[in-house]
């Protein structure tokens, strides 16, 4: 009498791991293409969408509110920074282009958003040498606007890994096609 047996054997088992091995090596060069450009896009749509964000309040709120490059999350850097340090968006009623506290000259600028660094990108830098920040006034137009920022990854050069994103002379905002290194 026969005892039927359900399993794999040893042999059975190497196999199947073995084709698993090889598919998976296969596949992770594409994974890692997918990985960057959407570490290149999820970057590039977060400042759109601050810079968004920033029009918006200053039209809500009538005073100016500034995005600008920050390293430390609480105030603008200028001086060799860049937008992958991260960045800030608060309200700058003085137009000092720093957070103040409340004083005699006028209330506490309230700091509304703070976007830390990004690791996965090797730079994300404005086309213009005054390209740290943007003020959008409270008529929803921008100081210092028709600029292009560029993201480029880290450590690699996939062909439509590049995303600009491009800002009009009145502070519109849009997010270029991918590869694209320009506005145009």
Not at 27 to 35: D, E, N, Q
Not at 88 to 106: L, M, P, T, Y
Not at 112 to 131: D, E, F, H, K, M
Request: charge should be positive; proline fraction near 4%.
């Amino acid at each position: 009498m026969y005892r039927r047996v359900i399993g794999l054997t040893l042999v059975e088992l190497v196999i199947v791991l073995a084709m698993m091995a090889v598919v998976t090596s296969l596949a992770a060069p594409s994974f890692r293409s997918l990985w960057v450009t959407r570490s290149v896009r999820t970057a590039a749509e977060a400042l759109l969408g601050d810079f968004r964000y920033a029009r918006s309040e200053a039209l809500k709120r009538l005073r100016p509110v500034l995005v600008c490059q920050s390293s430390n999350g609480t105030s603008c850097t200028r001086e060799g920074a860049a937008w992958a340090d991260g960045w800030i968006v608060f309200i700058d009623s003085n137009g000092n282009a720093q957070v103040d506290a409340a004083s005699a000259d006028g209330p506490a600028e309230d700091l509304l958003r703070v976007q830390s660094a990004w690791p996965a990108l090797a730079s994300i830098a404005s086309n213009v040498s005054t390209g740290h920040s943007i003020t959008y006034q409270a008529t929803g137009s921008a100081k210092s606007a028709a600029q292009t920022i560029i993201f480029t990854p880290a450590g690699s050069e996939l062909p439509g890994s590049i995303r600009a994103l491009c800002i009009s002379l009145q502070g519109r905002a849009r997010v270029g096609p991918a590869g694209a290194a320009s506005c145009s």
